[in-house]
Protein backbone atom coordinates (compact mmCIF):
# COMPACT_ATOMS: atom_id res chain seq x y z
CA UNK A 1 0.00 0.00 0.00
CA UNK A 2 0.90 3.84 -1.02
CA UNK A 3 0.81 6.45 1.60
CA UNK A 4 -1.41 9.19 0.69
CA UNK A 5 0.13 11.50 4.31
CA UNK A 6 3.08 11.42 6.01
CA UNK A 7 3.32 14.01 8.59
CA UNK A 8 6.60 14.51 10.97
CA UNK A 9 7.09 16.37 14.23
CA UNK A 10 4.83 19.04 12.82
CA UNK A 11 4.37 22.83 14.68
CA UNK A 12 1.93 25.37 14.38
CA UNK A 13 1.49 28.22 16.62
CA UNK A 14 -0.58 31.37 15.87
CA UNK A 15 0.47 34.21 17.79
CA UNK A 16 2.83 34.09 20.99
CA UNK A 17 0.61 32.08 23.17
CA UNK A 18 -1.36 29.25 21.24
CA UNK A 19 0.01 26.29 20.41
CA UNK A 20 -2.69 24.76 18.12
CA UNK A 21 -0.58 21.68 17.50
CA UNK A 22 2.55 20.13 18.30
CA UNK A 23 4.96 17.88 17.43
CA UNK A 24 2.07 16.28 15.62
CA UNK A 25 3.29 12.91 13.26
CA UNK A 26 0.89 10.70 11.26
CA UNK A 27 0.92 8.32 8.12
CA UNK A 28 -2.44 7.80 6.21
CA UNK A 29 -2.14 5.08 3.92
CA UNK A 30 -4.06 5.45 -0.07
CA UNK A 31 -6.95 4.21 0.13
CA UNK A 32 -7.95 4.14 3.95
CA UNK A 33 -10.05 6.49 5.56
CA UNK A 34 -8.82 8.03 9.04
CA UNK A 35 -10.22 9.45 11.77
CA UNK A 36 -8.74 13.04 13.77
CA UNK A 37 -11.09 12.60 17.39
CA UNK A 38 -11.00 15.37 19.87
CA UNK A 39 -12.47 18.30 21.50
CA UNK A 40 -13.21 21.59 20.31
CA UNK A 41 -9.28 23.32 20.12
CA UNK A 42 -7.37 20.15 20.13
CA UNK A 43 -6.00 20.96 16.78
CA UNK A 44 -8.20 18.94 13.76
CA UNK A 45 -8.98 22.23 12.20
CA UNK A 46 -5.54 23.53 11.76
CA UNK A 47 -4.30 19.76 10.93
CA UNK A 48 -6.35 19.94 8.23
CA UNK A 49 -5.84 23.53 6.90
CA UNK A 50 -1.76 22.58 7.16
CA UNK A 51 -2.58 19.78 4.59
CA UNK A 52 -4.29 21.22 2.31
CA UNK A 53 -2.03 24.05 2.59
CA UNK A 54 -4.38 26.65 4.13
CA UNK A 55 -1.97 27.20 6.34
CA UNK A 56 2.03 26.79 6.94
CA UNK A 57 3.20 24.85 9.38
CA UNK A 58 5.97 26.15 11.65
CA UNK A 59 7.96 23.39 12.02
CA UNK A 60 7.96 19.89 10.85
CA UNK A 61 7.91 17.87 7.54
CA UNK A 62 4.69 16.91 5.41
CA UNK A 63 4.45 14.86 2.13
CA UNK A 64 1.56 13.92 0.19
CA UNK A 65 1.85 10.53 -2.10
CA UNK A 66 5.85 10.77 -1.78
CA UNK A 67 6.02 14.86 -2.49
CA UNK A 68 7.48 17.21 -0.06
CA UNK A 69 4.14 19.52 0.52
CA UNK A 70 6.20 22.64 0.72
CA UNK A 71 8.00 22.61 -2.72
CA UNK A 72 4.97 20.96 -4.58
CA UNK A 73 1.64 22.96 -3.16
CA UNK A 74 0.29 24.06 -6.53
CA UNK A 75 1.07 20.85 -7.95
CA UNK A 76 -0.56 18.62 -5.08
CA UNK A 77 -3.91 20.93 -4.80
CA UNK A 78 -5.25 19.18 -8.22
CA UNK A 79 -5.09 15.91 -5.99
CA UNK A 80 -6.90 17.05 -3.06
CA UNK A 81 -10.51 17.91 -2.17
CA UNK A 82 -11.80 19.74 1.10
CA UNK A 83 -14.92 20.01 2.56
CA UNK A 84 -14.92 22.51 5.14
CA UNK A 85 -16.71 22.69 8.47
CA UNK A 86 -18.80 25.79 7.28
CA UNK A 87 -20.87 24.65 3.79
CA UNK A 88 -19.64 26.54 0.56
CA UNK A 89 -22.96 26.13 -1.07
CA UNK A 90 -24.02 29.19 -2.52
CA UNK A 91 -27.54 29.58 -0.66
CA UNK A 92 -28.60 31.39 -3.94
CA UNK A 93 -27.63 29.32 -6.41
CA UNK A 94 -28.87 25.91 -7.40
CA UNK A 95 -27.61 22.36 -7.07
CA UNK A 96 -26.63 22.27 -10.33
CA UNK A 97 -25.18 26.04 -10.84
CA UNK A 98 -22.89 25.58 -7.80
CA UNK A 99 -21.19 22.61 -9.31
CA UNK A 100 -20.63 24.27 -12.60
CA UNK A 101 -18.78 27.14 -10.26
CA UNK A 102 -16.98 25.12 -8.70
CA UNK A 103 -15.58 22.93 -11.65
CA UNK A 104 -14.94 26.28 -13.43
CA UNK A 105 -12.79 27.32 -10.53
CA UNK A 106 -11.06 23.95 -10.97
CA UNK A 107 -10.43 24.58 -14.45
CA UNK A 108 -12.89 22.38 -16.09
CA UNK A 109 -15.11 23.88 -18.98
CA UNK A 110 -17.17 23.00 -21.89
CA UNK A 111 -18.15 19.18 -22.62
CA UNK A 112 -16.07 18.25 -19.54
CA UNK A 113 -17.35 20.50 -17.04
CA UNK A 114 -21.37 19.55 -17.89
CA UNK A 115 -20.67 16.10 -17.97
CA UNK A 116 -18.74 16.05 -14.90
CA UNK A 117 -21.68 17.73 -12.92
CA UNK A 118 -24.16 15.61 -14.08
CA UNK A 119 -22.15 12.88 -13.21
CA UNK A 120 -21.81 14.18 -9.69
CA UNK A 121 -25.30 15.07 -9.53
CA UNK A 122 -26.02 11.56 -10.40
CA UNK A 123 -23.77 9.76 -7.54
CA UNK A 124 -25.22 12.09 -5.04
CA UNK A 125 -28.94 11.63 -6.20
CA UNK A 126 -29.23 15.31 -6.40
CA UNK A 127 -30.31 15.13 -10.67
CA UNK A 128 -34.17 15.79 -9.46
CA UNK A 129 -33.12 18.89 -7.53
CA UNK A 130 -30.38 19.97 -9.71
CA UNK A 131 -32.54 22.96 -10.36
CA UNK A 132 -33.92 23.88 -7.44
CA UNK A 133 -31.99 26.87 -5.20
CA UNK A 134 -29.76 25.47 -2.78
CA UNK A 135 -31.04 27.06 0.54
CA UNK A 136 -34.29 25.21 0.31
CA UNK A 137 -32.27 21.91 0.27
CA UNK A 138 -32.38 19.70 3.48
CA UNK A 139 -29.22 19.87 5.94
CA UNK A 140 -28.14 16.08 4.24
CA UNK A 141 -28.69 17.61 0.77
CA UNK A 142 -26.62 20.10 1.39
CA UNK A 143 -24.18 18.22 2.79
CA UNK A 144 -24.46 15.82 -0.02
CA UNK A 145 -23.62 18.86 -2.49
CA UNK A 146 -20.97 19.91 -0.58
CA UNK A 147 -19.76 17.15 -0.61
CA UNK A 148 -19.93 16.56 -4.72
CA UNK A 149 -18.40 20.54 -5.10
CA UNK A 150 -15.17 19.11 -3.00
CA UNK A 151 -15.30 15.98 -5.45
CA UNK A 152 -15.72 17.82 -8.52
CA UNK A 153 -11.90 17.81 -9.74
CA UNK A 154 -11.11 14.12 -8.99
CA UNK A 155 -9.25 14.62 -6.41
CA UNK A 156 -7.46 11.33 -4.67
CA UNK A 157 -7.37 12.25 -1.65
CA UNK A 158 -10.68 14.08 0.36
CA UNK A 159 -10.36 15.95 3.56
CA UNK A 160 -13.77 15.94 5.53
CA UNK A 161 -13.90 18.81 8.45
CA UNK A 162 -16.51 17.67 10.83
CA UNK A 163 -18.82 16.47 7.75
CA UNK A 164 -22.13 14.94 9.64
CA UNK A 165 -22.08 17.82 12.52
CA UNK A 166 -25.88 19.10 12.71
CA UNK A 167 -26.98 16.05 10.50
CA UNK A 168 -29.76 14.01 11.88
CA UNK A 169 -29.37 10.73 13.05
CA UNK A 170 -30.85 8.91 8.97
CA UNK A 171 -28.95 11.98 7.09
CA UNK A 172 -25.73 11.31 9.17
CA UNK A 173 -25.96 6.93 8.16
CA UNK A 174 -26.89 8.32 4.45
CA UNK A 175 -23.55 9.87 4.31
CA UNK A 176 -21.49 7.42 5.98
CA UNK A 177 -22.55 4.75 3.42
CA UNK A 178 -21.79 7.30 0.65
CA UNK A 179 -18.25 8.50 1.95
CA UNK A 180 -17.64 4.59 2.73
CA UNK A 181 -18.74 3.60 -1.22
CA UNK A 182 -16.45 6.20 -2.43
CA UNK A 183 -13.46 4.94 -0.42
CA UNK A 184 -14.27 1.02 -1.82
CA UNK A 185 -15.58 1.65 -5.29
CA UNK A 186 -13.46 4.60 -6.46
CA UNK A 187 -10.10 3.82 -3.76
CA UNK A 188 -10.32 7.70 -1.99
CA UNK A 189 -8.06 8.34 0.58
CA UNK A 190 -10.49 10.20 3.91
CA UNK A 191 -9.28 12.03 6.21
CA UNK A 192 -11.98 13.07 8.22
CA UNK A 193 -12.54 15.20 11.49
CA UNK A 194 -15.00 14.32 13.91
CA UNK A 195 -16.88 14.68 17.36
CA UNK A 196 -18.38 11.87 17.44
CA UNK A 197 -16.95 8.24 19.02
CA UNK A 198 -19.09 6.52 16.68
CA UNK A 199 -18.46 8.14 13.23
CA UNK A 200 -14.73 7.29 13.82
CA UNK A 201 -15.48 3.73 15.30
CA UNK A 202 -18.17 3.35 12.51
CA UNK A 203 -16.04 4.32 9.65
CA UNK A 204 -12.67 5.06 9.71
CA UNK A 205 -9.60 2.28 8.94
CA UNK A 206 -8.03 4.25 11.57
CA UNK A 207 -8.70 6.71 14.30
CA UNK A 208 -5.87 9.02 16.20
CA UNK A 209 -6.60 10.53 19.51
CA UNK A 210 -6.35 14.48 19.08
CA UNK A 211 -5.81 16.26 22.84
CA UNK A 212 -4.30 20.07 23.01
CA UNK A 213 -2.76 20.13 19.94
CA UNK A 214 -1.12 16.38 19.94
CA UNK A 215 -1.61 12.64 19.40
CA UNK A 216 -2.09 11.09 22.62
CA UNK A 217 -3.42 7.08 20.96
CA UNK A 218 -3.77 6.28 17.34
CA UNK A 219 -4.56 3.23 15.74
CA UNK A 220 -7.30 0.94 14.27
CA UNK A 221 -10.82 1.29 17.04
CA UNK A 222 -9.96 -2.37 17.70
CA UNK A 223 -6.74 -1.86 18.53
CA UNK A 224 -7.46 0.91 21.10
CA UNK A 225 -10.32 -0.49 22.36
CA UNK A 226 -8.28 -3.86 23.26
CA UNK A 227 -5.63 -1.41 25.04
CA UNK A 228 -8.28 -1.33 27.66
CA UNK A 229 -9.01 -4.70 27.92
CA UNK A 230 -11.96 -6.98 29.98
CA UNK A 231 -14.97 -4.39 30.82
CA UNK A 232 -15.85 -0.81 31.90
CA UNK A 233 -18.08 -0.66 34.64
CA UNK A 234 -19.94 2.74 34.62
CA UNK A 235 -20.82 3.90 38.13
CA UNK A 236 -23.44 7.10 38.57
CA UNK A 237 -23.06 8.75 41.97
CA UNK A 238 -25.76 11.06 42.98
CA UNK A 239 -23.49 14.08 43.12
CA UNK A 240 -19.89 15.20 41.82
CA UNK A 241 -18.58 15.04 45.46
CA UNK A 242 -19.74 11.22 45.73
CA UNK A 243 -18.05 10.65 42.90
CA UNK A 244 -14.87 12.15 44.50
CA UNK A 245 -15.07 10.02 47.31
CA UNK A 246 -15.63 7.46 45.46
CA UNK A 247 -13.04 7.53 42.93
CA UNK A 248 -10.72 7.57 46.13
CA UNK A 249 -11.69 4.74 47.89
CA UNK A 250 -11.75 2.63 44.46
CA UNK A 251 -8.32 4.26 43.20
CA UNK A 252 -6.21 1.71 45.70
CA UNK A 253 -7.58 -1.35 44.03
CA UNK A 254 -8.15 -0.28 40.77
CA UNK A 255 -8.09 1.98 37.38
CA UNK A 256 -10.44 4.32 37.75
CA UNK A 257 -11.18 7.87 35.66
CA UNK A 258 -14.09 10.00 36.46
CA UNK A 259 -16.40 12.44 34.49
CA UNK A 260 -18.29 14.56 36.76
CA UNK A 261 -20.59 12.64 38.88
CA UNK A 262 -19.74 9.27 36.31
CA UNK A 263 -16.91 6.72 37.58
CA UNK A 264 -15.68 4.60 34.91
CA UNK A 265 -13.71 1.36 36.04
CA UNK A 266 -11.69 -1.19 34.22
CA UNK A 267 -11.39 -4.58 35.01
CA UNK A 268 -10.51 -7.90 33.23
CA UNK A 269 -13.95 -9.47 34.39
CA UNK A 270 -16.84 -6.78 35.02
CA UNK A 271 -19.77 -8.95 35.86
CA UNK A 272 -17.86 -10.43 38.94
CA UNK A 273 -16.23 -7.73 39.65
CA UNK A 274 -19.36 -5.70 40.57
CA UNK A 275 -20.21 -6.95 43.68
CA UNK A 276 -17.42 -6.52 45.56
CA UNK A 277 -16.70 -2.93 44.04
CA UNK A 278 -20.26 -1.93 45.10
CA UNK A 279 -19.43 -3.78 48.73
CA UNK A 280 -16.40 -1.21 49.11
CA UNK A 281 -18.33 1.97 47.85
CA UNK A 282 -20.99 0.84 50.70
CA UNK A 283 -18.55 0.86 53.66
CA UNK A 284 -17.25 4.24 52.18
CA UNK A 285 -20.83 5.62 52.63
CA UNK A 286 -20.60 6.53 49.02
CA UNK A 287 -24.49 6.81 46.98
CA UNK A 288 -24.82 5.15 43.93
CA UNK A 289 -27.22 5.89 41.91
CA UNK A 290 -26.93 3.29 38.93
CA UNK A 291 -24.27 0.59 37.68
CA UNK A 292 -23.27 -1.27 34.45
CA UNK A 293 -20.71 -3.24 32.54
CA UNK A 294 -20.28 -3.25 29.68
CA UNK A 295 -17.31 -3.72 26.40
CA UNK A 296 -15.27 -0.95 26.48
CA UNK A 297 -15.90 1.94 23.43
CA UNK A 298 -13.84 4.10 21.70
CA UNK A 299 -15.03 7.40 24.24
CA UNK A 300 -13.67 5.02 27.31
CA UNK A 301 -10.24 4.93 25.77
CA UNK A 302 -10.58 8.67 24.87
CA UNK A 303 -11.11 9.42 28.76
CA UNK A 304 -7.89 6.57 29.54
CA UNK A 305 -5.50 9.01 27.74
CA UNK A 306 -6.63 12.53 28.41
CA UNK A 307 -8.45 11.72 32.04
CA UNK A 308 -11.65 13.71 30.14
CA UNK A 309 -14.32 12.66 28.23
CA UNK A 310 -15.24 13.75 24.66
CA UNK A 311 -18.95 15.29 24.52
CA UNK A 312 -21.09 13.89 21.62
CA UNK A 313 -22.27 16.78 20.86
CA UNK A 314 -20.88 20.27 20.19
CA UNK A 315 -20.18 22.63 23.41
N1 LIG B 1 -6.68 31.67 13.19
C1 LIG B 1 -6.42 31.42 14.48
N2 LIG B 1 -5.89 32.37 15.29
C2 LIG B 1 -5.60 32.11 16.57
N3 LIG B 1 -5.82 30.93 17.18
C3 LIG B 1 -6.35 29.95 16.43
C4 LIG B 1 -6.67 30.14 15.05
N4 LIG B 1 -7.19 28.96 14.57
C5 LIG B 1 -7.18 28.09 15.60
N5 LIG B 1 -6.67 28.69 16.72
C6 LIG B 1 -6.47 28.04 18.03
O1 LIG B 1 -5.73 26.85 17.81
C7 LIG B 1 -6.21 25.80 18.67
C8 LIG B 1 -6.66 24.62 17.81
O2 LIG B 1 -7.83 24.99 17.06
P1 LIG B 1 -8.51 24.08 15.96
O3 LIG B 1 -9.58 24.90 15.29
O4 LIG B 1 -7.48 23.48 15.12
O5 LIG B 1 -9.17 22.95 16.86
P2 LIG B 1 -10.30 21.89 16.49
O6 LIG B 1 -9.90 20.62 17.16
O7 LIG B 1 -10.52 21.84 15.03
O8 LIG B 1 -11.58 22.50 17.19
P3 LIG B 1 -13.12 22.46 16.70
O9 LIG B 1 -13.58 21.07 16.92
O10 LIG B 1 -13.78 23.44 17.63
O11 LIG B 1 -13.17 22.89 15.28
C9 LIG B 1 -7.33 26.43 19.49
O12 LIG B 1 -6.76 26.85 20.70
C10 LIG B 1 -7.78 27.60 18.67
O13 LIG B 1 -8.31 28.61 19.49
Known sequence: MKTAIEMKGVRKTYGKDVVAIDDLSLTVEEGTIYALLGPNGSGKTTTIRILTSLANADKGNIELFDEKLSTHKNFLRKWIGCVAQQSGVDPMGTGRENLMLQGKIHGLKGKALKNRVEEMLTRFHLQKDANRLSMNYSGGMKRKLDLAMGLIHQPKLLFLDEPTTGLDPEAREDLWKTIRQLQQEEG???????????????????????????????????????????????????????????????????????????????????????PKILKVLENDQTDVRSAAVSRPALGDVYLMYTGKALREEKK
Open 188 to 274: LTVVLTTHYMEEADELSDRVAFMNEGRIVAEGTAEELKNKLGGDTLTIQCTDNAQAVHATEALKKFYQVTRDERTLNVQSKQGAEEL
